[in-house]
């Protein structure tokens, strides 16, 4: 039983990597730069776009995944760039990640050829969205201050699984038990040497390495290709 | 393609349900009430579990579920409850949430007889958690403050498919744009009439009705059957 179980996750993780690579070819040929953006709900995925995703001097667009709604497309089509909303509902009670496959249906929705940078916004969990590549080229995750300092322990695998973290929400520092140090110390055991933005998208601290960080990602992945 | 894959979901569905009703079987021959405790990542739920698990005044004991590592079961442990770890990270990257079967397993690792109260530690995750019963009794939600007002209407099954929400964390209240007001009737609309108590296991706010609202569980269960 279990050994069926592992076959049948091989098998639709190996399915959800071919067509990530046709989803790469696609992303690639526009010349679009793709990064993943995962993190727990209420983590602030939305407020951390919200605040650059207009000013970042490359042209960008969203996918924002979500179990059902619109309200955080709706959030992001008011700062007017391209933003297109996909929902997992239709999945069973809804799925907790986004696939490739999902975010290849999506793509007739999206013109890429007029895009320097696509931020995939996927659905907030700290544990599948870190199995399931859709694509893409750097993969962002974002921790909050309210969330504990063990988080890094507790999901090693999205703390590995990505090229930046973003520690959100400082502004409550003063008010919650969390210290930046044992968090940025358990980090380091789980993904050495891994960057990490300290921020507050509510007063704005941090917004311009944020900012930055985003809008040179296109220039970087040229260099290296 | 979509049709296998909704095909595979429900027998699974199936063959949890299944394993959940042996599971209730078990508890009712223990005479012991279950509640299934779920909520996001760094929502509190293990906060609220030490502030009140060792005073209820009803024997009571937990089955803590993690990803990886026994942080949350080495913090509970040192209040003298009987704990059990389940690691959910031998699926595959890891499992995000509970089902009937990982329940199943640990059962003899419990010694139900003693037991009036199990609670069950999900994994920190608002969708799949929702999906899968475990023989439970109630389920109970926590969502805090720093989450934002909008998780009722993001994650509706989660907040339809419990007894108890519990807000947590509303000491954070006057240093985050939350409303409460606003908060209460999203949740009102998905899921009409259930119970919601505002907590902070931090300052220890609310602690008394939540403690009551589990001492209570064993009797209106015994009251109702």
Same mark, same amino acid.
């Given at each position: ?52 995703? /207009?000013?970042? /001097?490359? %042209?960008? /667009? ?9 309200? #955080? ?69 974002? %921790? %909050?201050?309210?969330? /504990?300092? #063990? ?11 990505? =090229? ?6 400082? #502004? ?13 110390? *358990? ?12 921020? %507050?998208?509510?007063?704005? =601290?941090?917004?311009?390495?944020? *900012? ?14």
């Amino acid at each position: 039983m279990h050994r069926v179980k592992v076959k049948v996750v091989e098998d639709a993780l190996d399915a959800n990597e071919t067509i990530a690579r046709a989803n790469r070819d696609d992303f690639d040929r526009a010349g679009v730069t793709v990064v993943n953006f995962m993190g727990a709900p209420g983590a602030g995925k939305t407020a951390l776009l919200e605040r650059v995703i /207009g000013e970042l /001097g490359v %042209s960008a /667009g969203v996918l924002e995944g979500d179990v059902q709604g619109s309200l #955080d497309a709706d959030r992001l089509a008011s700062l007017h760039v391209p933003v297109v909303q996909l929902q997992t509902s239709q999945g069973f009670g809804g799925e907790c990640h986004l696939d490739a496959n999902m975010v290849r249906s999506a793509l007739p929705s999206l013109q890429l050829d007029p895009l320097d940078l696509l931020v995939i916004e996927n659905v907030g969990n700290l544990v599948c969205p870190a199995e399931f590549r859709v694509g893409e080229d750097a993969r962002v995750m974002v %921790s %909050s201050v309210t969330e /504990g300092e #063990d988080k890094p322990l507790k999901y090693p695998l999205m703390f590995r699984a990505c =090229e930046l973290v973003v520690l959100n929400k400082i #502004d409550l520092l003063p008010y919650v038990d969390f210290d930046v140090e044992k968090f940025l110390a *358990r980090l380091e055991t789980v993904h050495p040497g891994v960057a990490c933005l300290q921020v %507050s998208a509510r007063t704005g =601290e941090g917004m311009e390495a944020w *900012r930055e960080w985003l809008a040179r990602l296109p220039g970087r992945r040229m260099v290296s290709a």
